[in-house]
């Protein structure tokens, strides 16, 4: 299984970026995926997650009404798009996949990639 996270960058507050998670190896569209990020000297924490069909979608409430995840069963792709970003938004962004939505909203997976950074200068 490989999760190939890309879209991370340097942006300024305020701006947005995407946020991609190719994945292969997998049943992607029978998986939930999820985000995660780590900031540096911190754990990492879970960002939000979306079900197999597009439903049961969950986000931490610090990045409710910002952030949207999405993905793409044909492309075998998840998403990330954020917006209005905060330097406290910088961290390395995670996805992953999960057996259920629970294990993921619960901070566990059972896929990791590689990992994304994103960076958000004030």
């Known amino acids: 299984v490989q999760l190939q996270a890309s879209g991370g960058g340097l942006v300024q507050a305020g701006g947005s970026l995407r946020l991609s998670c190719a994945a292969s190896?997998?049943?992607?569209?029978?998986?939930?995926m999820g985000w995660f990020r780590q900031a540096p000297g911190k754990e990492r924490e879970f960002v939000a997650s979306?079900?197999?069909?597009?439903?049961?979608?969950y986000y931490l409430d610090s990045v409710k009404g910002r952030f949207t995840i999405s993905r793409d069963n044909a492309k075998n792709t998840l998403y990330l798009e954020m917006s209005s970003l905060k330097p406290d938004d910088t961290a390395i962004y995670y996805c992953?996949?999960?057996?259920?939505?629970?294990?993921?909203?619960?901070?566990?997976?059972?896929?990791w990639g590689q990992g994304t950074q994103v960076t958000v200068s004030s």
């Open positions: 190896g997998l049943a992607f569209s029978s998986y939930p």
């Open positions: 979306i079900g197999w069909p597009g439903k049961n979608i």
């Open positions: 992953a996949a999960a057996r259920s939505i629970l294990t993921l909203t619960q901070g566990s997976a059972s896929y």
